[in-house]
């Protein structure tokens, strides 16, 4: 069993910058591939990053050059550098772990595992 609890989260003006983080419980998220997907209201969850084995990552266009994900095995804890954030990135925000393994984790069904979310809202 894998428990996520994500932080970070908050109001931000168009332009700025938030980190968001996902500390792992239960397993080493070295050993997990780990994502992150977004939920706007009315909208399905959308993927935005992933990272999985030693440093394979990938990114939603959208977000290509804005958006980090990195890893701190030390802290068990996968983060999420959002900079140059714009209003249409406003979304609950989703940290999920997959045991499983696929070429590329990039759909909300290859996770096992999801936090709670945590509210991101940018304004312009």
């Known amino acids: 069993q894998v428990q996520l609890v994500e932080s970070g989260g908050g109001l931000v003006q168009a332009g700025g910058s938030l980190r968001l983080s996902c500390v792992a419980s239960?397993?080493?998220?070295?050993?997990?591939?780990m994502g992150w997907f977004c939920q706007a209201p009315g909208k399905e969850r959308e993927f935005v990053a992933t990272?999985?084995?030693?440093?394979?990552?990938y990114y939603t266009d959208s977000v290509k050059g804005r958006f980090t994900i990195s890893r701190d095995n030390s802290k068990n804890t996968v983060y999420l550098q959002m900079n140059g954030l714009k209003p249409e990135d406003t979304a609950v925000y989703f940290c999920?772990?997959?045991?499983?393994?696929?070429?590329?984790?990039?759909?909300?069904?290859?996770?096992?595992?999801w936090g709670q979310g945590t509210q991101v809202t940018v304004s312009s």
């Open positions: 239960g397993r080493t998220v070295s050993n997990l591939a």
């Open positions: 999920a772990a997959s045991i499983d393994y696929y070429d590329r984790f990039i759909k909300a069904s290859q996770y096992n595992y």
């Open positions: 990272r999985w084995s030693d440093s394979n990552t």
